[in-house]
């Protein structure tokens, strides 16, 4: 919908406000913020969406998603077995290396079980887990579609309960007073209006489309980061809150970034620039040299570190190495990988030192011991004598021909949050809640995100804290 009322051009003074004022303002159009106004409806609010994108562009990153992870006692038609609340918090504790808010994640992994059966009733399907490397298929429901079907769903209801939806309508100023929301000021089509609400439903991602915000704590290096999603999620509305009193929660370096074709477009590559095949061969700098076991750890509990990993090597790029016998084992990518006839030309072809390389590889099969190869598990197949070791799924690289992908980091979402607590209600500087202002998704997943990933985790925090952001804003607005 086009926002109707007065109008005032550009940035002028005063703002026209907008004739109405709603019970729920939900900035943001993605998973966590179509939960919240669904939710808001359903509790009795008039909600009003600010989505910066147009509708085609619609949903942020979560147009690119695929499945969700929620805690389930039996297997049900599209998961395999169960998922009990207390294996999922300790798959939590063990990504985060402890770095989480256990009272606000014991309660999401509780909520999470409700969500499994809730999005379904606004009109979400899903689908049998998909083959393939992330073996997600007990404990993460996929979304028949993906992402861009499963907002249409919510979409879909959304309109249906007469939510309305403002589209190309940027949030670009919030006027808070002491810890409460009274209006934001809107920019659609050049034009710029006053929306009062009762209450602010904050889902509108986190900072990692600003290169610039990201330069501050990685310096230059973050030129050279991909940005995997939306370009829409700089963090202005995060900084505003921040800025007039919400309480920050998270490490600002920490993200969920991947190692990304580095062909990939600077945004919106999505998962087809992801490359899955690190498992399958050896990783290299810029140098040929290696810089990490590349058989760590089963691969869903690992490819969430490799961006940081590449972040750290020398102008940000690295090199996956692998040959004929691994060529079919993972995903195809957007692009196809670096071919050649030997290692050598290989390292010609990536404009690397010839003699490094073959000496790395070289050194790599040596330390090769026979094993049984079976990427499903954590195999046999290692290296002695190694550093860094390659702890599983080591084998010679000799088959020609031989293959390359050049990888950059790729920021999925950064971690650096409003503090919430179990309302989804955001905490002010001072401790105390907010009256009315609440988030939901990206913007506070630091709370539950202190570092690491597990897949999923990310629509999780979105559907179950927008929910009940939107549960909680209904309520506040009816009080
Ligand atoms: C390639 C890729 C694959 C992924 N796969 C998965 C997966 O399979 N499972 C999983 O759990 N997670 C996955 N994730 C992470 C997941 O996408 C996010 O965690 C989740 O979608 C976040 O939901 P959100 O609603 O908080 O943010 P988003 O979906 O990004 O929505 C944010 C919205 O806010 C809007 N916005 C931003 N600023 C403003 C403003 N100032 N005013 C108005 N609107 C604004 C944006 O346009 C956007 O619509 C993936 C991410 C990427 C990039």
Redesign the pocket.
């Known amino acids: 919908m086009r926002l109707t009322g007065p109008r005032m051009p550009g940035n002028s003074h005063p703002m026209a406000k907008l004739p109405r004022k709603y019970d729920v303002l939900v ?9 919240a106004a669904i939710a808001a409806r359903r509790g009795g609010a008039s909600v009003l969406v ?4 147009s509708k085609f ?13 929620c805690a389930h006692d039996a297997a049900t038609e599209t998961l395999s077995g169960p998922y009990p609340e207390e294996e999922f918090f300790r798959d939590l504790l063990q990504v985060t290396g402890g770095a989480t808010d256990e009272a606000l994640a014991r309660h999401m992994i509780a909520e999470s079980k409700e969500i499994l059966d809730w999005l379904p009733q606004q009109g979400v399907r899903y689908q049998p887990s998909l083959g393939g490397t992330l073996s997600l298929g007990r404990t ?1 429901s ?2 028949l579609g993906g ?1 861009r079907s499963m ?1 249409n769903a919510l979409y879909l209801t959304a309109e249906s309960l007469g939510i309305e939806i403002a589209y190309e ?4 100023d919030l006027h808070i007073e002491n810890g409460m929301f009274v209006s934001a000021t ?1 920019q659609q089509g050049g034009v710029r209006r006053i929306v009062r609400a009762a209450t602010l439903v904050a ?4 900072f990692e489309s600003n290169i610039e915000w990201l330069k501050q704590y990685w310096g230059p290096a973050a030129d050279n980061f991909l ?4 370009p ?6 995060l900084k505003m809150l921040l800025d007039r009193g919400v309480a920050e929660t998270g490490d600002p370096t920490q993200c ?1 970034a991947v190692a990304i074709d580095a062909r990939a477009p600077k945004y ?4 087809i ?2 490359l899955d095949c690190v498992v399958f061969g050896i990783v290299v700098n810029k140098n040929a040299q290696r810089f990490y076991d590349e058989g760590e750890e089963i691969w869903p509990k690992r490819y969430a570190i490799w961006g940081r990993l590449v972040a750290q090597q020398p102008d940000q790029i690295a090199y996956i190495i692998f040959d004929a016998t691994a060529l079919t084992l993972f995903m195809p990518s957007l692009y196809p990988p670096i071919a050649a006839a030997s290692i050598r030309e290989l390292a010609g072809k990536l404009s690397l030192d010839s003699d490094a390389l073959e000496n790395t590889v070289r050194t790599f099969n040596a330390a090769v011991r026979p094993g049984t190869f079976d990427d499903t598990i954590l195999d046999d197949c290692r290296t002695e004598g190694l550093a860094p070791p390659k702890s599983h799924w080591a084998r010679r690289i000799e088959t020609a021909p031989f293959y390359a992908y050049p990888v950059r980091p ?1 920021i ?2 950064t971690y650096l949050a409003t503090r919430v607590n179990k309302e989804a209600r955001m905490l002010m500087k001072d401790g105390g809640p907010s009256a009315n202002m609440f988030a ?4 506070m ?1 630091g709370n539950v995100l202190g570092r690491g990933y597990a ?8 559907s179950v804290f ?1 929910r009940i952001a939107g549960r909680e804003a209904a309520k506040n607005a009816r009080n």
């Open positions: 900035a943001g159009g993605g998973n966590a913020a179509l939960c600010c989505e910066m994108a562009w619609r949903g942020g990153n979560t147009r690119h998603t695929r499945n969700i992870r993460n996929f979304f992402g907002l309508a940027e949030v670009v809107v889902a509108c991602g986190g940005i995997r999603g939306t829409n999620n700089r963090g202005t509305v969920h919106d590559g999505g998962i620039t992801r790729g999925t979402f939901a998704g990206e913007i997943s897949a999923g985790m990310g629509m999780t925090i979105g927008g």
